[in-house]
T-cell receptor, first 116, second 114 residues
Framework: EAQVTQNPRYLITVTGKKLTVTCSQN?????MSWYRQDPGLGLRQIYY???????DKGDVPEGYKVSRKEKRNFPLILESPSPNQTSLYFC???????????????FGNGTRLTVT | AQTVTQSQPEMSVQEAETVTLSCTYD???????LFWYKQPPSRQMILVIR??????QNATENRFSVNFQKAAKSFSLKISDSQLGDTAMYFC???????????FGDGTTLTVKP
């Protein structure tokens, strides 16, 4: 089954304790992206990757890191989490072909992160 | 930078009736995609419909259709014969072709009443 898998689904942590949210897709998609969802603010893009070893900032990258060492994986790293990073996080992937084609985003099931 | 505006934070509709959700966007790009995604209480993000900017014909998917007005930068979603399972938050999204940035609206919470 084609899917984007995020882990964990729920995470409660304390301020300053490094954490990683994993994201993996099995569709051989070039494009992967991380979003955070907060009430009234929709989804805001954190980082994205157009291909292996190619990453770029979205609209809200502060406090986050990513890496894309393999095509299928795109982990989100919070080196020193703070309470304002409490949010619902989504990973997504998409097929990009040539200069003009983007498939729709395929989303993971989300990770609810609470930082106390 | 692109912006996407959904001006209706909440809407409701009676079962079997038709409802239209509005979305406007601002961009200087000529080649892009627009999407509507649905997020039910399960919080899963589900694609509803997709529109390529270069296509003049409005996209349709069963009970879902869009009114895409490129010059006006408007992309509304019409849901016909509303069903209880359509109750969800709906997000309008913009993505430039072959580029990484994507922009979502703040969402419209739709409630279908029996």
């Amino acid at each position: 089954e084609a899917q984007v898998t995020q882990n964990p689904r729920y995470l409660i942590t304390v301020t300053g304790k490094k954490l990683t949210v994993t994201c993996s897709q099995n569709m051989n998609h070039e494009y992967m992206s991380w979003y955070r969802q907060d009430p009234g603010l929709g989804l805001r893009q954190i980082y994205y990757s157009m291909n292996v070893e190619v990453t770029d900032k979205g609209d809200v990258p502060e406090g986050y890191k990513v890496s894309r060492k393999e095509k299928r994986n795109f982990p989100l790293i919070l080196e020193s989490p703070s309470p304002n990073q409490t949010s619902l996080y989504f990973c997504a992937s998409s097929l990009i072909q040539g200069m003009t084609y983007n498939s729709p985003l395929h989303f993971g099931n989300g990770t609810r992160l609470t930082v106390t | 930078a692109q912006t996407v505006t959904q001006s209706q934070p909440e809407m409701s509709v009676q079962e079997a009736e038709t409802v239209t959700l509005s979305c406007t966007y601002d961009t200087s790009e000529s080649n892009y995609y627009l999407f509507w995604y649905k997020q039910p209480p399960s919080r899963q993000m589900i694609l509803v419909i997709r529109q390529e900017a270069y296509k003049q014909q409005n996209a349709t998917e069963n009970r879902f259709s869009v009114n895409f007005q490129k010059a006006a930068k408007s992309f509304s979603l019409k849901i016909s014969d509303s069903q209880l399972g359509d109750t969800a938050m709906y997000f309008c999204a913009f993505m430039k072709a072959n580029a990484g940035k994507s922009t979502f609206g703040d969402g419209t919470t739709l409630t279908v009443k029996p």
